[in-house]
């Protein structure tokens, strides 16, 4: 049996929600201390258990609210599940929001030095790679400008960019590959083939059936936050569509 690199046993992530309407975040602490607020749970995900392989590209499907963004952040650590586990083995670089972890007011050029500290890369490090990271976000003419002024495509050009430079272990996507033309997905599905051949394991959500198709060995299909079925790419797919 191939080497497991994520292991999700019955997770379930239950929310809190309020049940009625507040104007403004002080009549929220307001009722909050007088203990006047109401709340509705609401299972985001319920009883999910699945594995994925080390060097498997591994897809989730399903429609908007059914869960996949709120797993694939309990997969990175983010989140903390409600009920159960998922254990990660190996590096994890995730790319689960566009923008996420940039300083809006800092420019292309220092958003990249300051993600490669979060990350733990050294500033020489960085310097090594900074050209191969601008070169593949196609972001030349932009790089010294303020991410604030980035539309979120150039945003998550430049993210998926900093993620895979450095080839990690465990790599998640998260609709990134549906921004930017034609040209630009060509150019992440490469080079998420260029990780695969690396044994990278990569975890892919995507409303693109047609991606999920062309880069998935195994799929995960979610629906109100539960698993209908977990299995070969064109099996998942057909009955996804059908459903």
């Not at 566009?98 to 500033?123: M, Q």
């Not at 002024?149 to 450095?166: D, E, K, P």
């Not at 996507?173 to 992440?188: H, I, M, N, P, W």
């Amino acid at each position: 049996m191939a080497e497991r690199t994520v292991i999700v046993k019955n997770v379930t992530m239950e929310f809190n929600m309020v049940s009625e309407k507040v104007d403004s975040l002080k009549e929220y602490f307001i009722r909050m201390f007088k203990r006047q607020l109401n709340f509705t749970s609401f299972k985001a995900l319920e009883d999910v258990s699945f594995d994925v392989h080390k060097g498997e590209i591994f897809g989730i499907v399903g429609l908007n609210g059914s869960g996949k963004s709120t797993l694939l952040k309990i997969i990175s650590g983010i989140l903390k599940p409600t009920k159960g586990s998922a254990e990660v083995v190996g590096t994890l670089s995730p790319l689960i929001e566009l923008g996420a972890g940039f300083d809006p007011e800092l420019t292309g050029r220092e958003n990249i030095y300051l993600n490669g500290s979060v990350l733990g890369y050294s500033r020489r490090f960085m310097d090594s790679i900074f050209d191969d990271i601008v070169e593949f976000s196609e972001l030349e003419n932009f790089i010294d400008m303020q991410i604030k002024n980035y539309s979120s495509g150039m945003q998550a050009r430049l993210g998926f960019s900093i993620a895979t430079v450095v080839k990690p272990q465990i790599l998640i996507c998260d609709e990134v590959l549906a921004v930017g033309d034609f040209k630009f997905q060509k150019k992440c599905e490469c080079r998420i083939q260029e990780l695969m051949s690396g044994n990278t394991t990569v975890i892919i959500v995507s409303h693109s059936i047609k991606q999920i198709r062309e880069l998935c060995d195994r799929v995960l299909w979610l629906k109100d936050g539960k698993v209908v079925m977990v299995g070969e790419t064109e099996e998942v797919c057909d009955m996804y569509i059908a459903g």
